[in-house]
């Protein structure tokens, strides 16, 4: 699981790769410290690498999207698999980010 | 509104038959009114003739006495005048003895034909009559009275057997009206010598005619041989007019009233009905013997029917009175049938509302079989055969997590409120179920809410069973229901139950679950009584015996064939007799799981590092059992939130464990086993996760439990031996 965090001309950039799994996540978790200080902007997320991901890779990431709407920011899902957003659907978590592509 | 649609067109209904009703009591009373007119008419009129006829026979009776009198008289006077003939001077005290001897005769003449006695001159006629002061005597025979061409001389002469005078007003002596019986007196060589008279007054006469009254307005006329009227209604009339000429008065001038007249002339016997204008009048008329004179009866029809008229009034205000109060009766009668209708059909309403209400509650009973298509471990049949009357029998069930929930039972008592009570108990056993796995606290929850609202002291008896559909174990608790039987491969036995209390009965009963192990291919068959007690028409109960005997060796048949042959076998023996108890069978047929193609087994420690290598495990099951990649990485992703969580919570921190899991592929699924010997924790106890709540409202937690459901196609966690039993079940789509 490897987690890059860039900033582009969209705005901060997290590219995530590989397997989001339960042991990854608490690793996770502190790689995305520098985007939930930037969580007033608005915040892209690249699963294009993204494999698979668990259910507290999930809540990671909801952790990240509550930051940014208590700071007025936004969270941008793009390239994303069928497979994760099948696991996307099956939460509801489909509906709680901007997903493109 | 149907309802009162209906109460509309049934008053409208009742409207008719009140009317007809009404009209035949009118018809049928106004007929005996007409009948009883009619015939009384005919009694009044029968019974005025008869008085007509009587009075009539009566006066002629008295008259002809009277008249008999004067004429014997006179006759025996015949004789005494004979004998004194030679001595005319003696005829006087003759005449006066007449008058002595008679008091209806006024006056009696012996008159001598002229020149009878040459020393009396022409004529000599001794002649006595009374008045106040007595008996006078008097030679009539004077040149002022030339008694020969008198008509009672001349007549008299013609009539040896006596002659009676018209009447006349006796002007000379009383001043009264008269008249005169006279007779020839012959002497030995035949020849006239002499008339003797006897005068009678007509007043007793006029009197007793007069006074004939048959009704208090009817009157009587008697008239001469010449029509003259002797007796008349109005004084004017007597002797004044003839019969003749007051028929041809006008009042009077009609056919009848001439006819009339001419009969009475004639000396006729009859009646005539005369109409004088508005007037009836009834006449009944009679001639009288010897004179000749005619005697009438008149009588106005008003006298002879008035009676009946007023009778007919009375009755006519009865009869209206009487349909007046039938009219009253009926609109009573209608108004309390259609109340007690309208209480009838709200009853019936509200019983068919209930049918159906139960009807529903029936129907959401599961009734299509095979009820799981897709499960090739269970074959499962279900019936309930209600008896005319809505009864209380219930079966159902469910499967959860793997499991097959199910029960059986049996409302006492029967019609809606043992219908409505079965509804409960079955919604109750949903609802309990849904979140217990334990038989013995799921009767003692249902029983707890039953006896709560048990005003009716209800009862149910009710079976519960769980089965393991993965091992065929079933645990189960029973509420007084009869038990089930299990067809074996070595025979039908009566599975061992513990009786306990019915559900209903007593707050607070504490039941007992117990375990038996369902085999592949051994059906559980659950009843109600009304199987065991159906009864053929000797009053004979089926029994457990012949139930036991028609089960023994069903085996090999389906569990639908295995209820059909029961079925079959109760008709026999029941027959024609009526079902008086819903009969209700339901049959689990464990089938047992399909065959395994592969085991794998990887035992994990708690710690989640370990996580990868559950991923290496999964994916090489998923390989072989030929998953695409989604469903494997969904699959993965089941099993690592589902060890996860028991490398999470099952094991204190810091203490050592291990997880087993272990991987079945059969033909058409995979099934992991995950174990563990930590505390007990049932993943699958916990709530759903509420998955439309926005980014703000959404818990940390909870995801995972919710992705294994979705994912697996069976999740059932279960605890045996101190273990944590997780059973996941994914199907594989051919």
Redesign the interface.
């Known amino acids: 699981m490897e987690i890059k965090i860039q900033t582009e001309n969209d705005g901060v950039v997290g590219y995530f790769a590989g397997r989001l799994d339960t042991p990854a996540s608490l690793q996770a978790s502190k790689d995305i410290q520098p985007l939930l200080e930037q969580a007033d902007k608005t915040i892209i997320l690249d699963f294009s690498d993204l494999e698979y991901i668990s259910s507290s890779g999930l809540r990671i990431l909801l952790t990240l999207r509550k930051e940014a709407s208590r700071k007025g920011g936004e969270v941008v899902i793009r390239g994303i698999r069928e497979e994760i957003r099948q696991v996307f659907l099956m939460t509801g978590f489909y509906n709680l980010f901007v997903i493109q592509g | 509104m149907p309802q009162k649609e209906n109460n509309k067109r049934f008053r409208n209904l009742f409207a008719r038959r009140g009317l007809l009703i009404l009209i035949s009591a009118a018809v049928m009373l106004e007929l005996t009114a007409v009948l009883q007119y009619y015939y009384s008419r005919k009694g009044l009129r029968e019974e005025a003739i008869n008085r007509a006829e009587s009075e009539l026979a009566l006066c002629e009776a008295q008259i002809s006495d009277v008249m008999d009198q004067v004429e014997t008289a006179v006759r025996n006077d015949l004789w005494a005048v004979r004998k004194v003939l030679a001595y005319p001077d003696s005829l006087y005290s003759l005449t006066q003895r007449m008058l002595e001897y008679n008091p209806v005769i006024y006056g009696s003449a012996v008159a001598m034909i002229e020149n009878y006695y040459p020393s009396k001159g022409r004529l000599y006629s001794p002649y006595s009559f009374r008045d106040s002061s007595g008996i006078h005597s008097i030679d009539l025979g004077t040149e002022t009275y030339d008694y020969p061409t008198q008509e009672w001389f001349t007549e008299a002469l013609t009539h040896p057997d006596g002659y009676w005078s018209e009447p006349y007003y006796d002007e000379g002596g009383g001043e009264m009206l008269m008249t005169t019986f006279s007779m020839p007196l012959y002497d030995k060589k035949g020849r006239t010598v002499a008339v003797l008279t006897a005068d009678m007054s007509l007043e007793w006469l006029t009197e007793l005619v007069g006074n004939v009254k048959v009704y208090p307005s009817a009157f009587s006329i008697l008239v001469s041989r010449s029509g003259q009227m002797m007796v008349a209604p109005a004084e004017t009339l007597v002797m004044q007019t003839n019969i003749l000429d007051v028929a041809a008065r006008a009042a009077m001038d009609s056919t009848e009233g001439r006819s009339f007249a001419q009969a009475m002339l004639a000396g006729e016997e009859g009646s005539r009905v005369i109409r004088r204008g508005d007037l009836v009048d009834h006449v009944f008329f009679s001639p009288l013997e010897r004179t000749g004179w005619s005697m009438a009866i008149v009588i106005p029809e008003e006298e002879i029917y008035g009676k009946v008229k007023r009778l007919g009034l009375v009755v006519a205000i009865l009869q209206l009175l009487g349909l007046v109060l039938l009219v009253f009766i009926i609109r009573n009668t209608a108004v309390s049938f259609l109340r007690l209708q309208d209480v009838e059909q709200r009853k019936d309403m509200m019983e068919s509302e209930l049918k159906i209400a139960s009807g529903i509650q029936m129907s959401m009973l599961p009734k299509t079989f095979p009820h799981f298509p897709e499960r090739c471990d269970l074959d499962m049949y279900g019936v309930i055969i209600p008896a005319k009357e809505v009864g209380g029998d219930l079966y159902d069930f469910f499967i959860r997590d793997d499991r097959l929930f199910f029960c059986i039972g049996d409302v006492s008592g029967k019609g809606v409120p043992a219908s409505l009570v079965m509804a409960v108990t079955r919604s109750l056993f949903r609802t309990v179920s849904g979140h217990e796995g334990n038989p013995d606290r799921i009767l003692a929850t249902m029983n707890d809410s039953m006896t709560e609202m048990n005003e009716s002291n209800m009862f149910v008896t009710c079976f519960i069973g769980i089965m393991d559909l993965g091992s065929g174990v079933v645990r189960y608790s029973n509420a007084g229901h009869n038990a089930p039987l299990v067809l074996g491969k070595e025979g039908v036995r009566m599975l061992d139950v513990h009786p306990n209390v019915p559900l209903g009965v007593l707050e607070g009963m504490r039941f007992t679950t117990q375990e038996m192990i369902l085999s592949e291919g051994e059906s559980l068959f659950l009843y109600t009584d009304g199987l065991t007690e159906a009864e053929n028409a000797e009053n004979q109960l089926y029994g457990e015996t012949r139930l036991l005997e028609a089960t023994a060796h069903l085996t090999g048949f389906s569990a639908k064939e295995q209820v059909d042959k029961v079925e079959v076998s109760v008709r026999e023996h029941v027959a024609d007799a009526p079902q008086s108890d819903d009969l209700t069978i339901l049959n689990i047929k464990y089938m047992g799981r399909p065959k395994t193609l592969t085991e794998r087994h990887l035992i994990l420690h708690n710690d989640?590092?370990q996580?990868?290598q559950l991923?290496d495990f999964v994916e090489t099951i998923a390989s072989e059992s030929g998953m695409d990649?989604?469903m494997a990485?969904?699959v993965?992703?089941a099993l690592?939130?589902a060890v996860?969580n028991v490398i999470m919570y099952a094991y204190p921190a810091g203490t050592d464990g291990l997880v087993d899991v272990e991987a079945t592929l059969r033909v058409g699924e995979v099934e992991f086993l995950i174990s563990d010997s930590g505390c007990p924790f049932d993943p699958t106890s916990r709530d759903e996760?509420d998955?439309?709540?926005?980014?703000?409202e959404?818990p940390?937690?909870g995801?995972?439990v919710?992705?294994v459901r979705?994912?697996m196609d069976e999740v059932s966690y279960s605890r045996v031996d101190d273990r944590n039993m997780l059973r996941l079940i994914k199907k594989l789509s051919a």
């Open positions: 989640i590092q996580i990868p991923a990649q989604a990485m969904q993965n992703l690592e939130e996860t996760v998955t439309s709540l926005s980014a703000e959404r940390i937690g995801l995972g919710h992705l979705r994912i």
